[in-house]
């Protein structure tokens, strides 16, 4: 469940205002390889507002009508062209391939069922040009730290904000973990002194353990290249906090 969360689109940008390394990542992979590029669970083009920027045409699919609205208009501020799509990555036909495929900032962790996420990879696979990439992060789950999802509901002070209508916003996040499922499910509430949670929005996210991703790759006709665990391309290892995957 992730719709209501991503319904406030500008607030979303305001908590997690983007660029850095991912970024940076992207653009240069990109650059590297050249050609064509989709995103699937784009947002409001956080990282395919920058690639457009530098010269590559680029399709973005997401769910949420409000996040590509956001980013459309982002993109005509800037004058960049990209292609915004209302799409389920789960399962899309543009009708067309891409040189380079990407999915970041844990969207794929949406999908929550198995199946869920295989016929996302099909979906990627039949998009994908020859000689094409397809590159995705998602978190590497700590066991200390699913298991310490405990539902009480505490401030994330990084998040914290300036909202330009509202003024400062403060952000509480409460979360258990389902562990069959290998999903936190989670509540984020957004207040002000005088408008205290004005969003209350359910966010669900699933775990992709180390062992079983290459092999939902795997079935979806995908193969594992290489994972990185972080932005600078370090080898994943125990500790790393990323999965960063590049796949054929
Ligand atoms: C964490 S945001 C990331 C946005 C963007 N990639 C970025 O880096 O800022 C996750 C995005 O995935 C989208 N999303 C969730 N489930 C989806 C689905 N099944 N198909 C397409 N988009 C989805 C949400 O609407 C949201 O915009």
Redesign the pocket.
Known sequence: M?DAF?SHARLYDLM?P?GGP?VDFYRGEVGRHGGSVL??????G??LIPIAGDGHPCVG????AE?LAEGRRKADERGVAVEWVQ????DFDLGRTFDFVFI????LL??QEGEDLVSCFRAVRRHLAPGARFVFDVFNPSVGLLAGADGVRRAREALAFRDPVRGEVSVDVAETYDAPAQVTRGTWYLSTDSEPDFVVAPLDIRSIFPQELPLLLELGGLRLVERFGDWSGRPFATDSQLQLCICE
Do not use: P
Request: proline residues 0%.
């Open positions: 992730s991503y997690f983007g991912a995103e699937l669970g784009c947002g409001t956080q990282k699919v997401d769910f949420s996040m799409g389920d990555m789960r970041t900032a844990n969207s949406h999908l």
